[in-house]
C-alpha cells in the first residue's frame, strides 16, 4: 500500500448496507462486492482510494492513529471512544437510533444506587454523572436487554431504534441520551496532508447526503 493511498474504513453489519449506496451516489464504489468476499481491504473504482471493512468499534481506532484516513463509524461508537480524537466534518443521515436508557416495564424508582448494563460505559457514566445520579455500571458486551430480568442490573443504557428488542424483553425506553446517525470521521494529520483528496470526497459525499433528503 502506498502512503499517498486515501484509506477509507467502513463499518460492517447493517451500517455498510445503507453506506454503500451513499458512496456509490457519490462515486465511489469498491471493485468487487464487498458481501461475496473473505477480504478486509478493497480497491475502490477511484484510483488511489481504498475501502476497508471493520467492527464500529475499531473505526475511530484506525482514524485516530492514522491508519486509516478517513472512517465511518456510529455516533454511540464515537461518543464511546471520545470526539476529541479525530475530526467529524459530515453526517450521513444513515443508521439512524437513539442511545437511550431503559428498565423493566413498570420498575418502581431505585431505592438504592441504580445498577446499570452497558457497552456504552463512558456515555453512562458522563449521562448519570451530568444527571447527579450515582451508579453502578456493569460493563457487558452485548445482549444487554437480558440484564435486568436475570437480576443482573436495573437498568441497561443501549441503542434503540424500532424498541422491538427492550418490548420483547419486557423493558421500556426512559431518557433519550443522544440522537444517533452514522458520521464521516477524519483523522486530524491526514486533513492537512490529504486535503484536497479528503475535501474532495467530503464535498461529494455531502452532495449525495443532501440528494437522498431531498
Ligand atoms: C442493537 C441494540 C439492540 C437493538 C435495538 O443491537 O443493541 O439490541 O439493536 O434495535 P430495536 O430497537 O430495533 O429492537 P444490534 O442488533 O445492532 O447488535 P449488537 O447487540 O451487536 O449491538
Known sequence: MSSSDLIIALTKGR??????PLFAAAGIEPVEDIAKSRKLLFESNVPGVKLMVMRGSDVPTYVEFGSADMGVAGRDLILEYGTEAFYEPLDLGIAKCRLMTARPVGAPPPTERLRVATKFVNSAKRYFAEQ????????LNGALELAPSMGLADAIVDIVD?????????????????????????????????????????????????????
Do not use: F, H, P, W
Open 15 to 20: 451500517i455498510l448496507d445503507e453506506t454503500l
Open 132 to 139: 447527579g445520579q450515582q451508579i453502578e455500571l456493569i460493563k
Open 162 to 214: 424500532t424498541g422491538n428488542t427492550l418490548k420483547a424483553n419486557g423493558l421500556e425506553a426512559q431518557e433519550v441520551i443522544a440522537q444517533i446517525s452514522s458520521r464521516i470521521i477524519v483523522n486530524k494529520a491526514a486533513m492537512k496532508m490529504k486535503y484536497e483528496r479528503i475535501n474532495d470526497i467530503l464535498a461529494r459525499l455531502r452532495l449525495a447526503v443532501e440528494a437522498k433528503v431531498s
